[in-house]
């Protein structure tokens, strides 16, 4: 069975097409700058040349055809046609409440995915264009909806209910939601396997550390507790994004600075975090000025690595215990000083790192020593695998 | 038709905003103007967009990205690369014929003409060119791109693709679209500038200082700007050629106040001569002294 995987941005789309009999990706590619003259499309099939070429892509359709072009062609494709397509999996960032899982797509779906655009005004109208799109080109071919929310789903009421007035949630459903569902789901079921554990009998708390960022409390393979919340913009200090701070406080600089709902938006998402504090977002960056004494990244980097373990603190609390902790995403697979920082500074756990394992990169790794009491991984999230598993396994 | 590029017709106030809002939200633009201080109008847009991110509205690469979409010309045969045309000059019945004449003849046929004209008649204005179902009165309200709301209005013979595509256009740039009877002044400049007049009196009458004015405006009402700042960044001048275009339609009630015709005389203009009702920094805040209530 073949699983084309289609993650559409407003401007861009990423696709991976699976051979789901072993998991194996046949082909996958890009398209940027959507809407413009010169977008730029990259495909490369598995054991093939890498193709790049620029040309005028004015809307989702085209540059979905234009992959499907690449993934037909004689040189470059995979495919002798679109028909061995199987089935189309694609990434929705919200679900809201309405999808706890995988969907398969159809009018009623789509319906519901449209009025939850207010919920992800920056996300859901591109993955909805995007299942628009697929669905024209290939009519007779099942769509699925993975959505970044649902591994959250199972987050009890008094873990996702805000302390506000109650019928603000019944009049317009503000709750935590969580992001990077699926991420968390592939890493905390990865970890399971290789602790050669049932995911059932563990406690797993995970990490997922990008420019976006957020912390997971895993108990039994549910997600019991996340970081982000009705948007991603709560919990951990991000690339651009403040994280946590006291509701309070906006109001006052909102006052003393005479700023406007959009412009504190602005500032809370693209002007805080690493960037507010350090002027750069990147963590390579951050690191580099901390290896150049810079006091603002020191203090940045500081900040970043204490948010993080009074996540994992609440979150050993909330499980009551913990038997691994996983790292993923750019910022998690890529940083051992920040690894190193945060397991030392969490002795009572009973975690020691081997530092030669901890530097290892682009694989799953167990950085821990084998007598840590809790297990500590480096695990390269695949979320388009998980979007092609469930897309299998709805249209089986 | 897909809009790409939109040309617009005059670099004022409500021409740069438009500009700035439009290349915002993704359009390209062509942003033309006869007028001297026309080549100012990048770097008065740029200051707008400075302005924006020093409140953290937008970051420095968006800025840079919202300034690279727009291009200035005085060169009316750019008009041809327009997918859309925004009229947006001062009201002057002769000059703006002119020029809609022009863009008539240098535009492709399937372009659409929106007019963000106070005191015109959509209808009149579209008896000039030779695609009159095509002309859309759209009135936007300044500072363009943080005002929400715009006042569309049909002329006789403009046709319903015409307004869907002026509706789909200002939804694009985030305004919530009226649709009003044609009218001139339309909704929010008759009701400005019999506002802003009405201030001028109690000023003229020596009632109270402008700031106080201001201040008893802004806060019984919940306003951002008093109607005199709100005139200030108009322009004084503009504000009197509205008044006395809706003068002669609608009588004395629009008779201008004769402080607002003093000024106007001694070069008094508002932000642009950083002296108005009240005065302006060289970054067009108000000076918070009172040197704005003193006549020179």
């Not at chain 1, 969907?103 to 655009?117: C, F, G, P, W, Y």
């Not at chain 1, 919920?119 to 697929?134: C, D, K, S, W, Y």
């Not at chain 1, 019991?224 to 109001?251: C, H, K, Q, V, Y």
């Not at chain 2, 108009?234 to 003093?262: H, S």
Request: proline share 3%; with cysteine; glycine share 8%.
């Amino acid at each position: 069975m073949n699983i084309f995987v289609l993650n559409c941005g407003s401007s861009s789309l990423k696709y991976k097409l699976y051979a789901m009999e072993n998991e194996k990706v046949l082909a996958e590619g890009k398209v940027e700058r959507i809407g413009q003259d010169n977008a730029v499309i990259t495909h490369q099939s598995t054991g093939k040349e890498k193709v790049s070429k620029t040309m005028p892509i004015l809307e989702h359709t085209i540059a979905i055809q234009e992959c499907l072009n690449l993934l037909t062609h004689s040189e470059h494709g995979v495919l002798k046609s679109v028909n061995e397509i199987d089935a189309v999996g694609h990434r929705v960032v919200h679900g809201g409440e309405s999808f706890s899982d995988s969907v398969l797509i159809n009018e009623r779906t789509k319906e519901i995915l449209d009025s939850l655009a207010e919920l992800a005004p920056l996300h859901n109208p591109a993955n909805v264009m995007g299942i628009r799109a697929a669905e024209k080109i290939m009519p007779k071919t099942p769509q699925v909806a993975v959505f970044d929310t649902a591994f959250h789903s199972t987050i009890p009421p008094h873990a996702h209910l805000y302390a506000v007035p109650y019928t603000i949630y019944q009049r317009y459903k503000v709750r935590r939601y969580g992001f990077h569902g699926t991420s968390h789901k592939y890493v905390s079921q990865r970890a399971a396997e290789l602790m050669g554990r049932n995911i059932e009998d563990l406690k797993i708390i995970s990490c997922h550390l990008g420019n976006g960022a957020s912390i997971t409390a895993i108990e039994g393979g549910k997600s019991i507790d996340t970081s982000m919340g009705f948007t991603p913009l709560e919990g951990l200090m991000m690339g651009t994004r403040s994280g946590n701070i006291d509701p309070g406080a906006l109001f006052y600089i909102m006052r003393k600075e005479d700023l406007n709902l959009q412009q504190i938006d602005s500032m809370l998402n693209k002007h805080s975090g690493l960037l507010g504090i350090a002027g750069v977002s990147d963590m390579r960056d951050i690191e580099k000025g901390v290896e150049e004494d810079d006091k603002m990244c020191k203090m940045a980097f500081d900040m970043y690595e204490y948010r993080i373990r009074k996540y994992i603190g609440s979150y050993v609390a909330a499980m009551n215990g913990v038997d691994a902790i996983v790292f993923t995403a750019g910022i998690g697979e890529n940083t051992p000083a920040l690894r190193t920082r945060l397991i030392s500074k969490l002795p009572y756990l009973g975690i020691t790192i081997d530092e030669e394992k901890n530097k290892l990169r682009g694989q799953d790794v167990e950085i821990s020593t084998p007598d840590s009491r809790v297990k500590v991984f480096v695990i390269p999230t695949d979320e388009e695998l998980v979007i092609a598993r469930d897309t299998a396994e709805i249209v089986s | 038709m897909d809009i790409r590029r939109v040309a617009v017709l005059g670099a004022g106030r409500l021409g740069r905003g438009i500009a700035e809002n439009a290349a915002s939200k993704g359009y390209d633009v062509i942003l033309f103007s006869h007028g001297a201080g026309g080549k100012e109008a990048l770097a008065r847009i740029e200051k707008s967009l400075d302005r924006k991110l020093a409140k953290w509205g937008i970051t420095d690469a968006e800025k840079r990205l919202i300034l690279n979409r727009i291009e200035y010309t005085q060169d009316l045969r750019e008009l041809s690369k327009a997918d859309l045309l925004v009229e947006a000059t001062l009201d002057h019945l002769d000059v703006k014929y002119e020029l809609l004449r022009t863009a008539d003849q240098l535009c492709r046929r399937d372009v659409y003409f929106l007019s963000a004209t106070s005191t015109l008649k959509v209808s009149d204005l579209a008896k000039e060119i030779n695609r009159s179902d095509m002309l859309v009165g759209l009135h936007f309200i300044p500072p363009v791109p943080d005002v929400a709301v715009a006042e569309l209005v049909r002329g006789v013979r403009t046709s319903d693709e015409a307004v869907e595509v002026a509706k789909a256009f200002a939804a694009r740039l985030g305004k919530q679209v009226v649709e009003i009877e044609e009218s001139q002044g339309l909704v929010n400049p008759r009701a400005l500038v019999a506002m802003i007049n009405e201030a001028a009196y109690l000023l003229d009458e020596g009632v109270c200082e402008a700031k106080d004015a201001e201040l008893i405006f802004r806060e019984s009402w919940g306003m951002k700007q008093g109607p005199l700042e709100m005139a200030d960044r108009l322009g004084l001048d503009l504000v009197l050629n509205w008044m006395e275009q809706l003068q002669m339609v609608f009588g004395p009630r629009y008779a201008p106040c004769p402080l607002l015709r003093r000024y106007v005389r001694q070069g008094r203009l508002g932000v642009k001569s950083r002296l108005g009702f009240l005065a302006y920094t060289e970054d067009d805040a108000v000076v918070t002294e009172d040197e704005g209530d003193k006549e020179d």
